[in-house]
Structures are given as C-alpha cells and as structure tokens.
C-alpha cells in the first residue's frame, strides 16, 4: 500500500435525498424575470413573491413564469424585500388566506411581520383572480366543456387601496391571533 487512497478509499457519494419538489425548484439565477413593460396599476408589479406549498391548479414554475410576466420578481425564500406569500392550500377557489405555522416560510413572514415588515399573504384563488385565469373548482368541470369557455376571466372591480389594506391587516391580525394561540400554556 503505496498510497493513502489505497489505505482508506474515497468515501462513495450519495444519491441526493431531496425531496422532488426541491429537486425541480430552480436555481436564484434561472428564476423568470420580471417583465418592466407589464402595467404597473396590476397588484402583482413590483412585487416580491415567495411561494409556499403545492398549488393546487398550477405548477410552481408555470406560476412563477405568470407572475413574472405580471413585473413581479420572484424569490425562492423569505427575506427583508418579501412584498407577498403566495399559500398554496388543495382549495383553489379560498378567497383569503391566514399564515400559520405549518410551514417554515409561513413562520418567516410571520416573524418579519412581528417585526414590522409588510408582507401580504394571498391565496391561490386571489392570485389566480389576478393572473385572470379561471377559479372554478374542479369539481365542477366537465368532460365535455366548451373551448371558449376556459378563456381568462377578467375581473369587473379593481380592489381598492382601502380593500387592500384591509386585506393585510385582517392577515396580520390572525396571524398574531394563531401565534398567541400557539404559544399559550
């Protein structure tokens, strides 16, 4: 024995272990890109969209590719420039959404929110609304559904700015409220 690989061989590396969801999440840098010619009146322009769990009618990375096109800029975890928590929940069609502490970014956001930063957490149905697609539940989908039928929905009323509002602190309120409950002895 000649050589110290000959004493003690190269360890075997491992398969990776990561679960398929994190196995097809791409990397920071082949994140979609905001579009800066989308309309900067739409919810989603400039904002910072994190999202967390499964969706129920969109794959992530095809939901990523919509927000972007939207001029939103997507980012793989909670930080100090997240603007809004996209929660996947199985219920598409839930208008509103309250973080919890059933997933590590949910409980990042909630952190960040203690802490003063404004993060909205929406729901699939309110982004699906926003990327005018369809919400319907799948339940009540047809086999023979018309073609002209599965065209984008556009929304009748824009959301106010005091809507909004409402909808953040209503977010904020529940998630101390779940937070309070949580750590009470």
């Given at each position: 024995m000649h050589t110290l690989d000959q004493l003690w061989p190269a360890a075997r590396s491992k398969a990776p272990t990561a679960s398929a969801r994190y196995q097809r999440t791409p990397a920071l840098a082949e994140l979609p890109q905001p579009n800066l010619a989308a309309d900067p009146a739409h919810p989603l322009y400039g904002?910072?969209?994190v999202f967390t769990g499964d969706l129920a009618t969109l794959e992530r990375d095809e939901a990523m590719q919509l927000v972007a096109s939207f001029g939103a800029t997507n980012a793989k975890n909670i930080t100090k420039k997240t603007t809004m928590l996209v929660v996947g929940k199985q219920d598409a069609t839930v208008g509103s959404v309250?973080?919890?502490h059933h997933s590590g970014k949910e409980r990042k956001a909630l952190q960040y929110i203690e802490a003063g930063q404004k993060i909205r957490a929406v729901s699939e149905g309110e982004l699906l609304r926003w990327l005018q697609?369809?919400?319907s539940p799948p339940s009540q989908m047809l086999a023979d559904v018309d073609p002209q039928a599965s065209r984008p929905v556009v929304p009748t009323q824009p959301?106010?700015?005091l809507e909004e509002s409402a909808g953040r602190?209503?977010?904020?309120?529940m998630g101390i409220l779940k937070w309070v409950g949580s750590n009470r002895r």
């Open positions: 904002q910072v969209v309250a973080l919890s697609l369809d919400v959301i106010s700015a602190l209503g977010t904020v309120v």
